[in-house]
């Protein structure tokens, strides 16, 4: 199967401020459990990305949110911090990151190039963040073709509140690749998609990568979960 996609780069809004207001809050989004997993990532360089607590201490993300858009530079972890379950002013937890791990696949190109398929990495903690405050979410790698996913992010427009697509189909995979019908504004690179089963806890099944038309359709591209993320979870805790 042959994907004729362009990708746009999804990261995010430059220069948003940490405090931001959002302009137009979805209190749905916090109706779905363990939403508190899910988390704002503020970068020193003035981008924000969205992460999600995989492990009391491990946070996943896109690979491209831990480069400038401006220079190429690989940020240094330490610049980045994580509110997780931030609502308004309030934050559940914030931690700072101790080391980054890139897919080993991953290779940062410019915005307009932008490189699929292997786009995660994971965040290492300063410290952990206890279990009875937030349950790290449950990850799966069964996303295919047809199914109905939900996303939830921080972005531009959402800087301080989650947004919830909640309805988003799985119109193609290809490898790693998820073609998604759902739409994303800057701010929700690594923004987990969650697969939501009645009488069960949300799992994770991709992370939100760019933006995309397909033909004059516009969609967002996903990297689905497989058995890398194992290691890359290893190699940063």
Not at 2 to 7: E, G, M, N, Q, S
Not at 62 to 70: E, K, S
Not at 168 to 196: H, I
Request: proline letters at 6%; aromatic letters at 4%.
């Amino acid at each position: 199967m042959r994907l004729l996609i362009a990708a746009i780069a999804a990261c995010l809004a430059l220069g948003m401020p940490a405090g931001a207001a959002a302009s137009d809050a979805q209190p749905s989004a916090t109706s779905i459990e363990g939403w508190e997993a899910v988390g704002r990532l503020n970068i020193a360089n003035g981008n924000i990305c969205t992460g999600a607590l995989v492990a009391p201490d491990l946070v996943l993300t896109a690979a491209h949110c831990l480069f400038d858009p401006r220079t190429g530079a690989q940020v240094a972890p330490a610049s980045i911090w994580f509110e997780a379950g931030l609502s308004g002013r309030q934050a559940v937890a914030l931690r700072q990151v101790a080391k980054a791990v890139v897919h080993p696949q991953y290779r940062y190109r410019p915005a307009g190039a932008h490189q699929i398929g292997s786009d995660l990495a994971v965040l290492k903690l300063d410290r952990p963040i206890s279990r009875s405050r937030i349950q790290p979410l449950a990850m799966s790698q069964d996303a295919e073709r047809g199914d109905i996913l939900r996303v939830l992010s921080y972005t531009r427009r959402h800087a301080t509140r989650p947004g919830l697509e909640p309805s988003c189909s799985v119109l193609a995979r290809q490898s790693r690749t998820l073609v998604l019908s759902c739409l994303v504004d800057f701010g929700a690179s690594g923004a987990p998609v969650l697969e939501m089963r009645p009488g069960l806890p949300p799992r994770l099944v991709s992370v939100i990568s760019a933006k995309a038309a397909m033909g004059k359709r516009r969609v967002s591209i996903g990297t689905a979960l497989d058995a890398s993320l194992r290691e890359l979870m290893r190699r940063a805790g």
